[in-house]
T-cell receptor, first 115, second 112 residues
């Protein structure tokens, strides 16, 4: 039973390029969360998705960032026209359902470096 | 005011010491509570759930006080391997989903 899989583990992009981060939730999990962590800082919530549905995107920057979780395939966090300040670790977590006493499980993260 | 607040530390303790962390949350409708552990540059991992009756797992004890809206984690007989950042997590219903809100983490350093 594979855990949450994120790829790539490390991603280097030049300023202005696009970054695509992928997250495959654990089997049977239909809820996905994306968090960003800057060096020496805590986890910052970005977006919460169900299959084909954005539940909460209050943590997403208004421009350049988007996320999706299609019916088939992984969840994608997309960052357009990356800037140096986007360099961070991006973690994805999944949970089996909404509501109730359900914990989330994290992937190993994607470390984005913008040069 | 942050939704979930923790003392960032660091807590520097000798091996064998007992150390306690607290976490306060602002949403009285919060449903579930957890402690996660994060090692440097790695993903957070679930340490334990927190129940109203309190729960213990080996050297770790978690307590929840709903009236005062705080959660605690007690670590007895600290080991060097306990050095990490401990994250308090609170969940609440949002649009029929289950929002996880993380505290900023408390850093623990156990020294020989």
């Amino acid at each position: 039973n594979a855990g949450v899989m994120q790829n790539p583990r490390h991603l280097v992009r030049r300023r202005g390029q696009e970054a695509r981060l992928r997250c495959s939730p654990m089997k049977g999990h239909s809820h996905v969360y994306w968090y960003r962590q800057l060096p020496e800082e805590g986890l910052k919530f970005m977006v919460y998705l169900q299959k084909e549905n954005i539940i909460d995107e209050s943590g997403m920057p208004k421009e350049r960032f988007s996320a999706e979780f299609p019916k088939e395939g992984p969840s994608i966090l997309r960052i357009q026209q990356v800037v140096r300040g986007d360099s961070a670790a991006y973690f994805c977590a999944s949970s089996p359902q909404g509501g109730g006493n359900t914990e989330a499980f994290f992937g190993q993260g994607t470390r984005l470096t913008v040069v | 005011r942050k939704e979930v607040e923790q003392d960032p530390g660091p807590f520097n303790v000798p091996e064998g010491a007992t150390v306690a962390f607290n976490c306060t949350y602002s949403n009285s409708a919060s449903q579930s509570f957890f402690w996660y552990r994060q090692d440097c540059r790695k993903e957070p991992k679930l340490l334990m759930s927190v129940y109203s009756s309190g729960n213990e797992d080996g050297r770790f004890t978690a307590q929840l006080n709903r009236a005062s809206q705080y959660i605690s984690l007690l670590i007895r007989d600290s080991k060097l391997s306990d050095s990490a950042t401990y994250l308090c997590v609170v969940t609440s219903l949002v649009n029929a989903g289950n929002m996880l809100t993380f505290g900023g983490g408390t850093r623990l350093m156990v020294k020989p």
